[in-house]
């Protein structure tokens, strides 16, 4: 699903090159649930930024799913990514100005889906994630796992093909934070999507199927766990 | 899909940027008002003109000049007559009317009216049969101006020269004349077959004459003007049909609603720095959404087109606002303008007007806002990811150039569609784009120069306040830009009408002359000055005046001078024009010599011929320079004379001023009018005086300086009136955008407040890093905004109405002031909150 060939990237900081990834090289099978693990500033959030097509590579390729993102335009890359990808972020990332209703139905609008389909699928989402009687709040009227719950109907919404989450329970509490994950897997196996994850937590770490561990930007151990 | 996005997401984010640039769209709302009220105004002054053309001329044919009609013209004229077309004449010439009751007198208008006129629309009298027994007898009908300044009423008769007539009725409406006229000379309409009773036609008066014809049909009237139009021009006679009252009522009215129109739209572009300031702002805001917004798959263009579609929605509401503003400011415009306008105008609402003003202020709330909006496209995705991912530094690109391309673009056509004249919108249009960049500079300079040279000694509120002049999110740049340019305009305005009154302030000297005598016979000098001795006037200062026409230059006649297209081009009014000459034995003090030499040192002219002084610019319109031979018709009177000297003179000064000054030998034969300046201070003696020069002398008339600068002021206040309306739009326009700009940064500045209030700071300390930060920005914006406006009030008054110039510095130094105190004002006020409430209860209003 996910493969990426000699992937490298080095930002400027300061006037100074500063190299943050190097030389990575992954393959991600179509279903599997990854989680990406390592200290802060080993390259975490970089190397999920890259295999997403959020930003160019300085060297290397990533394929999703069969597509060179380096081939594509920025706009390409956008369309892409309405198509086949979810997002899930530390902050929620909600759009403040918007109900939850209308956060989740952004990705579909993207998308150009119309008409009762749209409702439909946005119901369905929220109930899913059980917030089907919150779906005119607006985020500030929502506690932080709410507004992550919302965030995660909004990230299915487009059906994608891979989830990409970044730290999703770092804003959380821990039982919370348990409510979440055991909702993302529930959501990975209904809809079949290959999930990809950052994270700090060994225990969020450990229910992923394979774990790699970056440092100075390198991954220095790729370990599979019994299957889940 | 992606536009359908777009609109959808604008629409949800709509509700947010309503809050955050709303108050900015009122900017644009009186923008849009002053442009609708004025130009569907003109619409209705144009419509009136039209339908009331031939009533304004009141006839098909006007025929004038300032002498009587030569036996050629009054040939064809009395032939036209006597062929069955309707003809009436009127005489008018300054003179003064005097109560034989009360004593008083004033300077007037006299009419003289033989025949029917006028033939289309009608004199409005109070009686109103009035003007229809006009010609029964020795009857009068006066502007209220008359009775009122005479002490007199309807019944009571009013002398005129050497005849009495009595008043029958008041003119209450007559179209064609202006009303502020009146302030100046107010008319006397007697009939024509008493005029010669007045003794008042003497040589020299000032007298027009005109000829009114109704020929109805129109090709019948063209043919009489191709048959005739010749013999006019030859015999210096001028004449106006309806067609061409039309068009130059039409072309001075359209270009003075023009130009308020341009007044109006500084508003308009006012509120587009406010848009585009408050958009800047809106999008920082948004960074997050919009990177979100990229993850989800939203391309570069969508987002752009979303928040653009926002802008201009709200641009919509604003000109929507602004138009229904507009047509009830339009009806406030009669009372404004009326006095301007030679005939009644009903209001009526001009559709072009309207969608004219709609589509302005849409295209400029979104044009102002795409500079901003190009940076929407360039926020990465990555940005949800990293919340510190650092800025992108800003570089040119090819949008940013397309953007700030169409915004030049636009302000440069909207500034020529609303000019009078093509050069003056490019000057407009120049001059609101340079303004507006040398504040924005003055904000970059302020800002960086408090960071480099911050006062880190001052006491800690100053430099709290110093330096949320530069801090992010700070608006420096539009409180500058907003306030300098209200600044500016009330500055520049004020500056120009002050420079215009200027010449005609009385000096309150005690030599200089309060009254203005004319039209003193030749014989009658003696007796005159021998009247002022006896009123205690000082000895007059005599000035002969004498009539006269060019009829050659250099023995080339000014026909054939004319007729010849391949020499220098010399304009028609110098050489047709009707001269009034005087001659002396010495320079007057406004004046200089700058070549040749006066004729009390000069040795005689080789030719033999009288010498004459020209004045430097009328030499330059006629070619001529000393040496030249020029030839002058004086009531038929041949006389040649050689240019010997040339003159400056300063116009600038409310003196008597000619273009050409005799030797005394060269005019002895003819016989000239006297005009003469005294001074006489007591204002009792000064009636006393009139009333006896009127009796002795009913021919020579007499202004009274003082009331003459009182007219005169009211009809430039009458005239600015109109600027100073439209201005007030533009001045409310930038007070908006002032509170917005403040508003905007209200945030910032109360979450800084109420931390520093949580760390211990007292209510007063925040009060002073306010009004610090305040206080900086208005004195800067104000001295920037007076600074400017004297440049460009001296660029008007020098060049455009060519005066001296003169900076007053005290009412400066107040708007200066007024100007830092009200920023100051507006600062506190919007810190209230913090300054006021308790800290939790402004982190909670906050946070919700």
């Known amino acids: 699903m996910i493969e990426a060939i000699g992937l490298g990237q080095t930002y400027s900081s300061g006037g100074r090159p500063l ?153 959380l509490d821990v039982d919370t934070g348990h409510k979440i994950i055991d909702l993302m897997v529930e959501l990975n196996r209904d809809f079949e999507t290959t999930l990809v994850l950052v994270t700090h937590d060994p225990e969020l770490a450990s229910r992923a199927n394979r774990v790699i561990r970056l440092s100075g930007g390198q991954i220095i151990s790729d370990t599979r766990n019994g299957d889940k | 899909m992606s536009l359908r996005f777009a609109l959808r997401h604008a629409r949800r984010e709509g509700r947010s940027s309503v809050r955050r640039i709303g108050l900015y769209m009122g900017a644009i709302t009186l923008g849009v008002a002053a442009l609708v009220a004025i130009n569907s105004f003109r619409g209705n002054i144009v419509e009136a003109i039209r339908s009331e053309s031939r009533a304004l001329l009141g006839a098909d044919l006007e025929v004038h000049s300032s002498r009587r009609f030569p036996d050629p013209v009054q040939g064809i004229l009395d032939s036209a007559a006597a062929a069955g077309v309707p003809r009436s004449t009127v005489t008018s010439l300054p003179s003064m009317a005097r109560s034989p009751v009360t004593e008083m007198s004033r300077l007037v208008h006299l009419r003289a009216i033989e025949g029917d006129f006028p033939y289309y629309g009608e004199i409005g009298t109070d009686p109103t049969d009035a003007w229809g027994r006009l010609q029964e007898g020795r009857h009068a009908v006066v502007e209220a101006t008359v009775t009122a300044q005479l002490d007199i009423a309807v019944g009571d008769s009013v002398t005129v020269g050497e005849a009495a007539f009595q008043i029958i009725g008041i003119i209450t409406s007559s179209p064609g004349e202006v009303s502020f006229q009146s302030a100046v000379g107010p008319r006397i309409y007697i009939p024509a077959a008493y005029l010669e009773e007045t003794g008042l036609i003497q040589f020299g008066s000032l007298v027009r004459y005109q000829t009114y014809l109704q020929i109805e049909d129109n090709p019948t009237l063209q043919d009489f003007l191709n048959r005739y139009n010749s013999v006019f021009e030859d015999n210096q006679v001028g004449y106006n049909t309806v067609a061409e009252q039309v068009e130059n009522l039409t072309e001075a009215f359209e270009n003075m609603t023009r130009f308020l129109g341009l007044v109006g739209l500084t508003a308009l572009l006012l509120g587009g720095v406010g848009v585009a300031s408050a958009v800047h702002v809106y999008t920082k805001e948004k960074l997050n959404t919009v990177a979100v917004l990229r993850c989800l798959g939203a391309t570069q263009r969508t987002v752009f087109t979303a928040y653009l579609v926002q802008a201009a929605a709200l641009g919509f509401l604003g000109a929507a606002a602004g138009v229904i503003l507009g047509l009830a400011v339009q009806r406030t415009l009669p009372n404004v303008l009326g006095d301007l306008l030679p005939m009644e105008v009903s209001v009526a609402v001009d559709w072009l007007a309207v969608v004219a003003g709609l589509v302005i202020g849409v295209w400029v709330a979104s044009v102002f ?161 021998d009247l002022l001795r006896e009123h205690g006037a000082p000895p007059l200062q005599l000035t002969p005046l004498i009539p006269a026409r060019l009829s050659a230059i250099n023995g080339r006649p000014v026909d054939e001078i004319l007729a010849d297209s391949s020499g220098p081009v010399i304009p028609r009014w110098a050489l047709r024009r009707e001269y009034r000459h005087t001659y002396r034995d010495t320079l007057a003090p406004t004046e200089e010599l700058i070549a040749g030499e006066w004729w009390d040192t000069a040795a005689p002219t080789t030719s033999g011929l009288p010498q004459v002084s020209i004045e430097q610019d009328i030499a330059d319109e006629l070619h001529v320079g000393i040496g030249d031979r020029v030839t002058w018709d004086f009531q038929g009177i041949p006389v040649e004379v050689e240019i010997s000297s040339v003159r400056r003179v300063n116009w600038a000064r409310f003196e008597l001023n000619f273009f050409f000054v005799f030797e005394p030998r060269a005019l002895a034969a003819a016989p000239p009018t006297i005009i003469a300046f005294t001074r006489i201070d007591d204002m009792q003696q000064r009636a006393n005086f009139q009333r006896d020069l009127v009796r002795q002398y009913p021919n020579v008339s007499v202004a009274d300086l003082a009331l003459l600068q009182e007219a005169l002021e009211s009809v430039l206040d009458k005239v600015t009136l109109g600027v100073r309306f439209m201005a007030l739009f533009s001045i409310a326009s930038g007070i908006i955008v002032l509170f917005g700009a403040i508003a905007t940064s209200r945030f910032h500045r109360i979450r800084e407040g109420v931390l520093l209030k949580t760390l211990g700071a007292t209510r007063k300390q925040i009060g002073h890093i306010l009004l610090t930060e305040y206080l900086t920005l208005g004195t800067l914006a104000g001295l920037t905004g007076i600074l400017l406006a004297g440049l460009s009030a001296w660029g008007l008054v020098r060049f455009m109405f060519e005066l001296d110039f003169h900076l007053p510095s005290a009412p400066l130094a107040a708007l200066w002031l007024g100007v830092a105190v009200l920023t100051a004002g507006i600062g506190l006020l919007n810190g209230r909150d913090v300054l006021k409430k308790p800290p939790l209860a402004v982190i909670r209003e906050i946070a919700e």
């Open chain 1, 19 to 171: 190299t943050v990834l190097k030389d990575i090289n992954l393959t991600v099978e179509a279903g599997g649930f990854l989680a990406i693990v390592g200290p802060s500033g080993s390259g975490k959030t970089t190397l999920l930024g890259l295999l997403a097509g959020l930003d160019e590579a300085s060297s290397g390729t990533v394929f999703v799913d069969g597509v060179n993102l380096a081939g594509l335009t920025e706009d390409e890359r956008s369309e892409f990514r309405a198509g086949n990808v979810g997002f899930v972020f530390q902050t929620f990332q909600l759009i403040p100005t918007l109900t939850a209703r209308e956060n989740v139905l952004v990705p579909l609008e993207l998308l150009g889906v119309n008409g009762n389909a749209l409702e439909e699928r946005m119901v369905e989402l929220l109930s899913h994630v059980g917030l089907a009687d919150r779906l005119d709040h607006y985020p500030a009227q929502l506690s932080g796992g709410e507004q992550q719950r919302v965030a995660l109907a909004r990230a299915f919404a487009n059906r994608p093909k891979i989830l990409f989450a970044d730290e999703p329970t770092g804003n």
């Open chain 2, 369 to 529: 806002a795409l500079l901003p909006l190009v940076s929407v496209r360039d926020i990465p995705p990555l940005r949800a990811l990293r919340r510190e991912l650092e800025e992108v530094p800003r570089r040119f690109t090819v949008s940013r150039g397309v953007a700030g391309g169409a915004l030049l673009a636009s302000v440069l056509v909207i500034s020529l569609w609303q000019a009078p004249l093509p050069a003056l919108g490019w000057v407009y249009a120049g001059g609101i784009v340079g303004t507006v960049v040398l504040l924005w500079v003055t904000a970059r300079l302020l800002m960086r120069m408090t960071r480099r040279h911050f006062p880190k000694r001052a006491r800690y509120v100053i430099r709290q306040g110093v330096a949320n002049l530069f801090r992010p999110q700070n608006q420096t740049a539009a409180v500058i830009i907003a306030l300098g340019f209200g600044t500016f305009l009330i500055a520049t305005i004020y500056l120009v009408q002050r420079n215009i009154l200027e010449p005609f302030t009385i000096d309150s000297g005690a030599e200089a002359p309060n009254l203005f005598l004319f039209d003193i016979q030749h014989d009658q000098q003696e007796g005159v000055a």
